[in-house]
């Protein structure tokens, strides 16, 4: 089991959460844990998270136990979330990007469900994110800032909000949960290449971006919303179904869409060629690409999309991680979580 430690100068170290602590000031503070990916952003994660430890002490020990877990790989951020959240943690913190992030929501299930505490009563753990990462396209839905001290700063209001989780399920892969954006083909390809540039920052998604554009063709595709009829749609470049707007580093791709709404927006772009991108790149950061003849939006609860011709080659992806390819079915389950925001 993953475990968290205390940073409070006021605690011993390395407490279990489920333990029973006297009865002081102390410890009917609550317990909020802070999940730190600290090679996130080539280290720079790690090392904006301890030059930002003494503000946040200074802000937060009146009122939390505050308690750190450094992760160590690939999916330990879920194996740390879930453990908090069954230790009955007030909230748990992702501290990083966007992939940080990411893991952490699919903390909050197991095998298909909620987790629960482990003295079996509903949980109360809430989201929280602190934006220290390589991208944050999940906090410019709330128009944050870049300066920390402001994520800081909600955390210790304490106001939350029910938010919506997307889920998305294969043939035989187990259900993965995602927050921002899940998208196919064209976009989705290149987000996989991005992930082998992220040293340089930023500039990944353009890399990731001109290698997917490599022997690039659009595909004819099959889509079933919120469980009606199946619907051939011809030379798709890519189909994006967005829980929130932006993803790619800023690219504002599913405008209409916003985690409280209890529905997705789904873009899809039909017939897009290489130039297009260059003379329309301003209008999927504005959003106003949903205006063009070739791009169709959906408001939709659930979508399943397969190949007219299976291939499997199309690829898919949500907030960024690699999933695997098409077919896919995307469901979204309304006010999931509290989000802290």
Known sequence: MAKVSYISSQLPAAPNLSADPPTTAASRRRDIVFV??????????????????????????????????????????????????????????????????????????????????????????????????????????????????DAVECIARGKRSHISVGVVTGEDDEPHYFINVADIHLSAKAGYFASQYKKFGK????????????????????????????????????????????????????????????????????????????LKMHMLYNGTHVTLKNVLSISAQSIEVEEVIRSDSIFVQSDGEHLGFLPRKFTILPAAIDMIC
């Open 203 to 278: 500039f990944c998604y353009v890399i990731g971006a001109l290698q997917a554009f490599l022997g690039h063709h659009n595909r004819d595709l099959r889509l079933k919303v919120d469980n009606g009829e199946w619907e051939t749609y011809s030379q798709v470049t890519a189909l994006c179904v967005g829980n929130a707007k932006y993803f790619g580093g800023g690219m504002m791709i599913t405008p209409s869409a916003h985690p409280s709404s209890n529905n997705f927006e789904v873009v899809l772009l039909q017939d897009f060629k290489w130039y297009d991108f260059i």
């Open 36 to 149: 730190v990916n600290p090679q996130g952003a080539n280290g720079r994660t790690g090392r904006e998270w301890k030059k930002l430890l003494p503000y946040l002490r200074h802000r937060l020990d009146s009122d939390y136990n505050i308690c750190e877990s450094l992760t160590s790989g690939p999916r330990h951020a879920i194996d740390i979330t879930r453990e908090a959240i069954r230790e009955g943690a007030d909230a748990v913190i992702a501290v990083g990007g966007d992939g940080t992030l990411h893991e952490v929501v699919n903390g909050f299930f197991c095998d298909g469900k909620p987790v629960s505490r482990n003295d079996q009563r509903a949980s109360s753990t809430a989201l929280g994110l602190l934006p220290l990462g390589t991208g944050s396209d999940f906090a410019r839905m709330f128009s944050w800032k870049n300066d920390p001290r």
